[in-house]
């Protein structure tokens, strides 16, 4: 345990040492066709955030991840983040001063949300409302694979390098029109490649969901092709998964079968021998069926990565194995998955 502990501070290191270098070269880039950056809503989060400026020509808030990569790729942003150097508190407190409202939802890891004012809220209804996550620029102080504890920065940097994949690690300054990389995520973006920060196995380390995050990452991005560092690195290092809540292999299992591609991400997860849970795993004829279900349910608009995950419990596992069971133990669904796992049986 203290050799990993050292270990992981040799590494975090490194890794500021190289947030340093990279601070003074980072490639720039140009961003004008993103939809968020017309929004009104967007525009006065971040002229609320603008203020004066903490540090020598820094703008203190900028879009980052998957906003950005997807908005350089041409592609719709479902969801929209920005970082800051101000603190959680000084974030609340400039924009409420605007009249927004703001939800503390993860005030230890820097993290507020922001709601938007609905189009019912003068006639006093509900009505959509735009929001998004502000986070405080950050760094790990410390890691056990599940949690990290945070110490709050100024360095755009080093918030990049603590970041999993170097395509969600893009910033873009909405007052100067600048872009920024420091970690080489633009080649990759070209290259439509999906790689680990820094070294592969201290990224997954750090937080062992991040291994079947590229994997839902692959099948909601099928041009992307992981490199052979990280799938290697994710193969080593998939005992971790064992020390994560069901609630959270849930949520991604979830976002991994509601992608463009699951049977993709699947079969990859085959060839290298991921398994996300005890006895995961399909056989050729059990994804060739579901690749026809998703195909069936895309042409009925009905997409449901629930059903998906259904299907995968009657058909999966190896032949012997009560995998139905391994996975409702293993998945906490609470009473939700189980009754409808039990409505299954009923119907099989």
């Not at 703008?59 to 150097?85: I, Q």
């Not at 998906?308 to 391994?326: I, N, P, Q, S, T």
Request: proline fraction near 3%.
């Amino acid at each position: 345990m203290r050799l990993a502990s050292r270990w992981l501070n040799l590494v975090q290191a490194c890794r500021r040492r190289r947030a340093a270098i990279s601070a003074d070269s980072p490639e720039k880039f140009s961003l004008s066709n993103a939809d968020f950056l017309r929004s009104p809503f967007f525009r006065e989060v971040v002229a609320a955030l603008q203020g004066e400026s903490k540090g020598k020509e820094k703008s203190p808030v900028r879009f980052v991840g998957g906003a950005v990569r997807n908005a350089l790729l041409g592609l719709p942003c479902k969801d929209v983040d920005l970082a800051t150097s101000w603190t959680p508190l000084e974030v609340a407190l400039r924009l409420q001063a605007r009249g927004l409202r703001v939800v503390p939802t993860g005030l230890a890891h820097g993290t507020v949300r922001v709601v938007g004012r609905s189009d019912g809220d003068e006639a006093g209804g509900g009505g959509d409302r735009e929001s998004c996550e502000i986070t405080t620029l950050r760094r790990d102080a410390e890691t056990d694979g599940r949690h990290a504890r945070v110490v709050f920065t100024d360095d755009w940097a080093e918030d990049a390098f603590r970041r999993d994949f170097t395509v969600n690690a893009l910033s873009f300054d909405p007052v100067s029109g600048e872009g920024w990389d420091y970690v080489g995520g633009l080649v990759d973006l070209r290259g439509f490649r999906l790689r680990f920060i820094g070294v592969a196995s201290a990224r997954i380390v750090e937080d062992y969901l991040r291994i079947l995050r590229l994997f839902r990452f692959v099948s909601q991005y099928p041009r992307f092709v992981a490199d052979a560092e990280g799938l290697r690195a994710c193969c080593e290092r998939q005992g971790g998964l064992e020390g994560l809540s069901g609630e959270r292999i849930s949520s991604e299992l979830l976002l991994l079968l509601g992608g463009e591609d699951p049977c993709g991400a699947l079969r990859l997860m085959g060839r290298w021998g991921i398994c996300a849970v005890e006895g995961w795993h399909f056989s050729e004829r059990v994804l060739s069926a579901l690749e026809r279900m998703v195909s069936f349910e895309r042409e009925m608009g009905c997409e449901d990565a629930f059903r998906r995950l259904l299907f995968l419990v009657a058909f999966g596992g190896r032949e012997g194995e009560d995998f139905r069971k391994k996975l409702t133990d293993r998945l906490i669904f609470a009473t939700l998955l189980r009754r409808r796992f039990a409505s299954l049986d009923k119907d099989l």
